[in-house]
């Protein structure tokens, strides 16, 4: 059983749609991130949240991303107007209890963007 | 700024035959040091860590990788692979910001197929 369940496991959209990712974990835990794996490249790190705030974004992570806990237990990512360079997979992944380092992944959410 | 280099972007080995992922690491501080691995259509499972202490650390699947601070490599080796050990690993170093993030590097994998 996945430490993080994500939907939807894959979304096909148009350019200059809204989307919106989901991630629940599965136990009550504080640190959570977003990764994302463009097709044949390495997984790059998005954006970090803790204690429902962002703590550390990249510079992939401009204004047309965004992240929310909204119901204390879904963590959401939000890219409001999709570009074709957008596709990719993307991971949700939750740090342990005391952030000893390792993450845990989900099974990823495959975004298309036609 | 940190690093993480994967020289080898595909390998292929025999079943039953041992195996060595390479991975180097460009870090100012002691790092910390993962494998994981992604299966096709998979998620990134965390394999072993490396944080400190015995610098041979073991992990799940009969893997095994070494911690060498002179080399800044973090090599993962098993004895005997099997065919279902086919899939992509990942080398990562761990960027602590003690207590409010940790945001891992990942290198650009490696693709293990695994020949019958």
């Known amino acids: 059983e996945p430490e993080v369940t994500q939907t939807p496991s894959h979304q096909v959209t148009q350019m200059g749609q809204e989307v919106i990712l989901r991630c629940v974990p599965i136990?009550?835990?504080?640190?959570f991130y977003w990764y994302r794996q463009i097709l044949g490249q390495k997984v790059e790190f998005l954006v970090s949240?803790?204690?429902?705030?962002?703590?550390?974004k990249s510079e992939i992570f401009d204004d047309q991303f965004s992240v929310e806990r909204p119901d204390g237990s879904n963590f959401t990512l939000k890219i409001r107007s999709t570009k074709l360079e957008d596709s990719a997979m993307y991971f949700c992944?939750?740090?342990?209890?005391?952030?000893?380092?390792?993450?845990?992944f989900g099974e990823g959410s495959r975004l298309t963007v036609l | 700024a940190q690093s993480v280099t994967q020289p080898d972007i595909h390998i292929t080995v025999s079943e039953g035959a041992s195996l060595e992922l390479r991975c180097n690491y460009s870090?100012?501080?002691?790092?910390?040091l993962f494998w994981y691995v992604q299966s096709p259509g998979q998620g990134l499972q965390l394999l072993l860590k490396?944080?400190?202490?015995?610098?041979l650390v073991q992990g799940i699947k009969g893997f095994e990788a070494e911690f060498k601070r002179s080399q800044s490599s973090f090599n993962l080796r098993k004895p005997s692979v099997h065919w279902s050990d086919a899939a992509e690993y990942f080398c990562?170093?761990?960027?602590?910001?003690?207590?409010?993030?940790?945001?891992?590097?990942f290198g650009t994998g490696t693709l293990l197929a695994v020949q019958p």
């Open positions: 490396y944080f400190s202490g015995d610098t």
């Open positions: 136990s009550n835990h504080l640190y």
């Open positions: 990562a170093v761990g960027h602590y910001y003690g207590g409010a993030t940790n945001k891992l590097i």
């Open positions: 992944a939750r740090g342990q209890g005391e952030n000893t380092g390792e993450l845990f």
């Open positions: 870090y100012g501080a002691t790092p910390y």
């Open positions: 949240f803790y204690n429902n705030e962002i703590s550390e």
